[in-house]
């Protein structure tokens, strides 16, 4: 008996599949499957945050609807995978944030962009908040930089406490010890398979999408995404060394490297998430969770207003609507940051924890220990 209908239903479905064994080369799923007689909740969450979604289970499996044994992996999986996000939650009286989570996360953004241009508005005169303001420090005269730290400091801090619980949680019931021993060759590994997207290419061909012709168009722009907010966040990390160790102000020259790392990101950060959500809505229903497209639109939206807040503020910061586009993009990342750990940001997460402990158990079977 599993704790939920969905983890039921997956137990029958990896049942099915290792019998059949058909697709055990297209993903990690299915050879992780057979590493197993038998399957635990925390292995079915373990294989549910292994699958990568490419849907190429689905048109392949002589099984699939009309057939009577109903086997349809790609959207059992993303259900399960969808309901392990809540299940690991922390705190747990958080967990419902998960559901109704792209109106949770539209109320959150609107009430904390309306609460900086709040506070903009009534700590600075006008003649701050609506003038022009040039040079270094041009930022810190309409929220003191220790304040902005403060703020931001906290909210990055709260979410990487909550994010790093519910990872233990889960990796705890996939079967790994927590503060156990996790070699660095399949943490290596795992970043060298998470990096590449290895597995969304439905065994080399591609993803399948809105019909039978698969292609590459989901992992470029997941790449564009993932790697245009990698180097958004660089460009912060850079500013922030700045700032410290060299005593240099924002806002910065355009040639300077924090407006480089966060222009190229910004860009691959307004490409990317368009694409991926114009995927999302063109791809066949039977390939995904219908009921999760609220939480994956919120945060798609998220990143891509994220990025265009950011680049009109770049665009835009020698002029007298600099005040107000950074009360806007400040408002923006604010709410992204305190909502990554109850939205689909924590995906990228489980899943790089089921790809460190899918390296673990191949490279354990490799030298026939457990
Ligand atoms: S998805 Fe279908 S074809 Fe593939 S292993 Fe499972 S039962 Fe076999
Ligand atoms: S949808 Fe793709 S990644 Fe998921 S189990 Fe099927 S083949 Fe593997």
Redesign the pocket.
Known sequence: MHGTSILEETDR?MT?????????G?CAV?PAMEMRRAFSDGDLNYLANLCHGCGA??P?????PPHE?N?N?PKTLAIARNESYAAYAWPPALSGLFARNGVVISVIAAASVAAFIFGFAAVNDRAVLYGVNTGPGAFYKLMPHNALVALFGAAFLYAILALVMSVLAFWRDIGEPVGGRTDAGSIWQAIRDAGELRYLDGGGVGCFNEDDQPTDRRKIYHHLTFYGFLLCFAATCVATLYHYLLAREAPYPWWDLPVVLGTIGGIGLLIGPIGLLAAKFRRDPELSDQSSMGMDSAFILMLFLTSLTGLALLLLRDTAAMGLLLAIHIGVVFALFVTLPYGKFVHGIYRFVALVRYARERQMMAGGTE
């Open positions: 479905l099915v599949c290792n019998s059949c064994r058909y697709c055990e297209l299915f289970c689905y392949d499996c002589q099984f699939s044994f086997v992996v």
